[in-house]
Each structure stands twice: as C-alpha cells, then as structure tokens.
C-alpha cells in the first residue's frame, strides 16, 4: 500500500482481555518499528524488527507484551491479559532499513490504534 | 541517555504570525534530527530533517538548522497559517542505531 497501515483504529477492551494490533508497512520496507504513545507524551520505543527477526524488545515494559513478523512484512503487536495503564496509541513505523543504515534513514508512521483498555 | 526537551504548549498564535518551537537536544555522536507533525484526526508526518551540523531542513514554509554548537533544532515559519494548528515533535536518531527519541511535542493552535 501507498503508507503504513493500522488495524483497528480504535478499541476498547475491557481489562484483562488480550488485544491484537496490526500492521502492515510500506511494501519493500525492511524495517519495522512498534512506539507506544501515552496522551500528552511523545512516542516511545518498544520494539524493532529487521525483516522477521526481532533485533530489539528492550522497550516493551513487561512479558504482557510480545510481537512478531512471521513472513518480514505484516507485524502484530500483541498485549495480554490487558491493564488500564496500557491504554494508549500505539504506532507502527517502517523504513526501507535501520540497524546500521545510513544516517537520517527516515521512518514513516502509521495513523496509529488507539487502545483504550476499561 | 540521549533525550529531547521541546518547549511546552500550547502556543497560540494569530495568522501570520511568526513562529519558533524550540528543541534541544543530548546525544552521543552525531545524531539525525527531525520535526514531525501530527494534524488533527491524522497520523504522524515527518516535517523535515537535518543530518549533520548546520545543515538546514525545510519543508511547507517551515525551516530548522542544525545547531552543534548549541545543541538546538529551533523551528520557525515566517507566518503560520490557520492550517499550520497541529502538535509538532521534535526528534533524534543516532547514526547506528535504530531507535528515535521524541520529544513530548509541542501544541500550536493559530486563530483566524
């Protein structure tokens, strides 16, 4: 597709149910980001992905989180049994590569899901 | 760690006015810095980038340098208009790495 594509745009789960958030990237983009974004802050790193292999989860807070990109191209971002303080955007990024790529390589943002956790 | 302070909103501006957001930087080595914008009900943009010191970014009227000397990316724009009312972050990369560090954003709001 022409840009980075979020699924769903917006949900609401109630707590401790498990939610899945998806994300297709920029076709032929090698590198794939997840942020979090609480409500009034900037996003913040949570994991990254070089093809299908997970080359950083140091950012997701605790082993609720997970996520994978089984084939190098769609990722889901997964987060279980779910607490109210994980209610946030959550953003998907991608770029044509990262790791040791050249300098300024620019990631492009998805419209983000909105998870609101009740 | 390497981190990003922007000034805190919001800023209210009349149309035509001048505009400056402020950021400044703490990095290791010789990062890449940036300015997206998020617009009401859309996602993440990026807005411009500059890559080593000095260099200038510019895009829509808006323009930052890179600022070794001061560790600064400052934004500007001559004369905003009501469609430039957004959220702007500022953010870095540092060569080698992968991740990028927000600022917590900046809200600008311009009255007709």
């Known amino acids: 597709g022409a840009g980075v594509s979020q699924s769903p745009r917006y949900k609401v789960t109630k707590r401790g149910q498990d939610v899945a958030l998806r994300c297709d990237p920029i076709?032929?983009?090698?590198?794939l980001y997840w942020y979090r974004q609480a409500l009034g802050q900037g996003p913040e790193f949570l994991t990254y992905f070089n093809y299908e292999a997970q080359q950083d989860k140091s950012g997701l807070p605790n082993d609720r989180f997970s996520a994978e990109r089984p084939e190098g191209s769609i990722s889901t971002l997964t987060i279980q049994r779910t607490e109210q303080r994980d209610s946030a955007m959550y953003r998907c990024?991608?770029?044509?590569?990262?790791?040791?790529?050249?300098?300024?390589?620019?990631?492009?943002f998805g419209e983000g899901s909105w998870l609101t956790v009740v | 760690g390497d981190s990003v302070t922007q000034m805190e909103g919001p800023v209210t501006l009349s149309e035509e006015a001048f505009l400056t957001i402020n950021c400044t930087y703490t990095a290791t080595g010789y990062p890449s810095l940036f300015w997206y914008v998020q617009y009401p009900g859309e996602g993440l943009q990026l807005l411009l980038k500059?890559?080593?010191?000095?260099d200038k970014g510019s895009n829509k009227g808006f323009e930052a340098t890179y600022r070794k000397e001061t560790t600064s990316f400052h934004l500007e724009k001559g004369s905003v208009q009501v469609s430039d009312s957004a959220v702007y972050f500022c953010?870095?990369?540092?060569?080698?790495?992968?991740?990028?560090?927000f600022g917590t954003g900046t809200r600008l709001k311009v009255l007709a």
């Open positions: 990024a991608s770029s044509l590569a990262g790791g040791i790529g050249p300098s300024g390589n620019t990631i492009y």
């Open positions: 076709s032929g983009h090698v590198s």
């Open positions: 953010a870095l990369s540092t060569p080698g790495t992968y991740k990028y560090i």
């Open positions: 500059a890559t080593k010191a000095d």
